[in-house]
């Protein structure tokens, strides 16, 4: 195209035909074009094309004219043969809309019926184009000589999808955008998506329906959505931001989406992307929302996005290709995303945290999902969240190990299911004030180091997860292996712990010290399952500790055996200051008698039915 590819349009908008001969475009009040006989029928166009039929290569022109538009502004009049001023503007001062190079972008009437003021017009969307420009080869023409202009339409249908080669801004006027196939914005390429923009993807594609960014993205106020009169989750693909882009959702609405593509005869392995996924991409979303996606609604890996103040709801909640389907997945040991102020609600998982990631999760709440977060041996840092109504429990389920320093701090519970284990040479430590809960079976078996120092007033709690009798929920128990190192619990309560494994297996007490060393102090061990610490050759510490209530009947094949507040087999622990009340066993020893000098035993209504057995051991 060049600066002499002009061309002007009049529609006409009437329900009839309009004879337009003797009618006059003015500019700057002077006539500048009459024109011929003609009649423009009713919702068509006549087409004026300057100089000769080649402006527009591909479309016949309707009249020729000459002369040339100032790129700096005009007054143009239309009059009807009778000198009526049918329609006029003025934009003398400069145009509206409309682009000289490199994209040549025509200005456009936004709607016909409406004043021809300045708002009511707007470049070419150059989404919706028509005709071939006088280049050789020919372009396309960013406009639409004979066809409804792009900002008038109600809507603009993307058939087969789009890629985006350069920068790019997809206007409001044409939203919302209906796309059969895929969007990809390309590298070096930024995509600008205007607010209150609507993107529908059709949910009858069978095949790919994905955004793809390798540039950037900027969508501030937009919503990505399916184009379904009745959507359901799973419509289209999702947002895949890939390694190298970049992207800003701000006060975006994303839903939906996160399709599984399922093989049928095993010539693909079934996959999904969720609602959003970031590799690798620099990203932000804010005050946004994620919502009804088949999968996870939000993926993180390989990046450190931000995210702040977004709504997950009713994500992944009929997903049948992974069992641990989340709202929000962080999947490797390079992510370390911000998730702040943030909210989860209903949702099958809402965070589940795996493959080592560290992402900071502050201020957010978790209702009413299946699990809060769900975290597989990761390291995530939590600060001022909360949690209620969530069917599985309000706290952090943790499982896996953990083979680095890493701390728990006090924030919602933790929840221990299956194993979770310290790896030799790794320390766990836990923040006064922190709730440590067990599912029923569950146990933290230590290898490496746990720290678990509370503060008076600050007691560092482990307990079941319904903090209630072992009897009814299965107990657990926290187990110190011979490899385990300068373990301590000081200021802890650790209660309604002990497992019976089985009339074959045995029992767990609610904390075992198993060939190495541990020191517990200031602490309570009250209400567990047969046994509360159980010392197999052992020299640890225990001073100021009170053990109470260790009562629970334990039947081991048919005969009855009796709870022990502390159970000591061919131990020599040094005890100091602690007592036993209302045990069975106070102290039951397997061995040698140790030095019990140092115990407490209580009298009256906190006396232990039997103080040490056997009684020889008795100080």
């Not at 239309?78 to 503007?89: E, R």
């Not at 919503?223 to 799973?234: D, H, I, K, Q, R």
């Not at 709440?365 to 769900?374: M, Q």
Request: hydrophobic share 35%; net charge negative; charged share 15%.
């Amino acid at each position: 195209m060049t600066t002499i590819d002009e061309w002007i349009e009049l529609y006409n908008n009437a329900t009839s035909g309009i004879n337009l001969a003797g009618w006059k475009i003015k500019k700057d009040s002077a006539d500048w074009i009459v024109i011929a006989t003609s009649t423009i029928l009713a919702n068509d166009y006549y087409l004026f094309e300057r100089s000769d039929d080649n402006t527009i290569s591909n479309i016949s022109a309707s009249q020729i004219y000459t002369g040339a538009l100032s790129n700096s502004g005009e007054i143009l009049e239309l009059y009807d043969n009778l000198g009526n001023l049918i329609d006029s503007v003025d934009f003398s001062s400069g145009w509206p809309g409309g682009q000289a190079s490199p994209n040549y972008i025509s200005m456009e009437r936004v709607i016909s019926t409406s004043t021809a003021l300045s708002a009511n017009w707007a470049n070419n969307n150059r989404i919706t184009k028509n005709g071939l420009d006088a280049g050789s080869p020919a372009n396309q023409i960013n406009g639409t000589p004979k066809v409804q202009n792009s900002a008038s339409k109600s809507f603009t249908e993307i058939i087969g999808g789009i890629a985006f080669q350069e920068d790019f801004t997809l206007t409001y006027l044409g939203s919302p955008y209906i796309i059969d196939g895929s969007v990809i914005v390309k590298p070096g390429v930024k995509l600008t998506i205007e607010p209150n923009v609507v993107i529908k993807f059709k949910e009858s594609n069978s095949w790919h329906s994905l955004f793809t960014i390798e540039g950037e993205l900027e969508a501030i106020g937009v919503t990505f959505t399916s184009s379904s009169t009745a959507p359901l989750a799973g419509d289209w693909d999702g947002i895949y931001f890939k390694p190298g882009s970049a992207g800003k959702l701000e006060n975006a609405i994303i839903e939906y989406s996160g399709k599984i593509h399922k093989s049928c005869c095993y010539e693909f392995v079934s996959y999904a992307n969720g609602a959003v996924k970031i590799d690798g991409g620099a990203v932000s979303i804010k005050n946004s929302s994620v919502r009804n996606s088949q999968t996870e609604g939000l993926w993180i890996i390989n990046s450190s996005p931000e995210i702040n103040n977004v709504r997950f709801s009713s994500n992944n909640l009929n997903n049948d290709l992974t069992l641990d389907g989340s709202a929000l997945l962080v999947g490797d040991a390079s992510s370390t995303p911000a998730i702040s102020s943030s909210t989860f609600i209903g949702n099958k998982i809402g965070i589940f945290v795996k493959s080592g990631a560290k992402p900071q999760i502050i201020g957010s709440i978790f209702d009413d999902n299946e699990t809060p977060i769900k975290v597989e041996s990761s390291y995530p840092y939590f600060s001022g969240n909360s949690a209620q109504n969530n069917t599985n429990g309000d706290g952090v389920f943790f499982s896996g190990s953990i083979s680095q320093d890493f701390s728990w701090q006090a924030d919602l519970p933790y929840i221990i299911e299956n194993t979770l284990t310290i790896a030799g040479g790794s320390r766990l430590t836990i923040a006064s004030g922190a709730v440590v809960k067990f599912k029923g079976g569950s146990n933290l078996s230590v290898n490496g180091t746990l720290s678990a120092q509370g503060e008076e007033g600050s007691q560092i709690i482990f307990t079941s997860i319904t903090d209630s009798d072992p009897e009814n929920n299965g107990g657990y128990y926290i187990y110190f292996n011979s490899s385990s190192k300068n373990s301590v619990l000081d200021y802890v309560t650790v209660r309604y712990g002990g497992y019976h494994i089985n009339d074959f297996a045995g029992y767990r007490a609610a904390i075992t010290v198993d060939n190495t060393s541990t020191t517990i102090s200031n602490s309570i061990i009250e209400n567990n399952f047969f046994v509360g610490v159980n010392l197999i050759n052992s020299a640890s510490t225990i001073q100021n500790t009170i053990f109470r209530d260790n009562k629970v009947k334990y039947s081991d094949w048919g005969i009855g055996s009796y709870s022990m507040g502390l159970s000591i087999s061919n131990s020599s622990p040094i005890i100091t200051g602690s007592s036993f009340e209302r045990n069975y066993h106070g102290v039951y020893i397997d061995g040698a008698c140790p030095d019990l000098s140092g115990a407490i035993f209580g009298i009256g209504v906190n006396a232990n039915t039997i103080n040490v057995s056997p009684s020889s051991c008795q100080p």
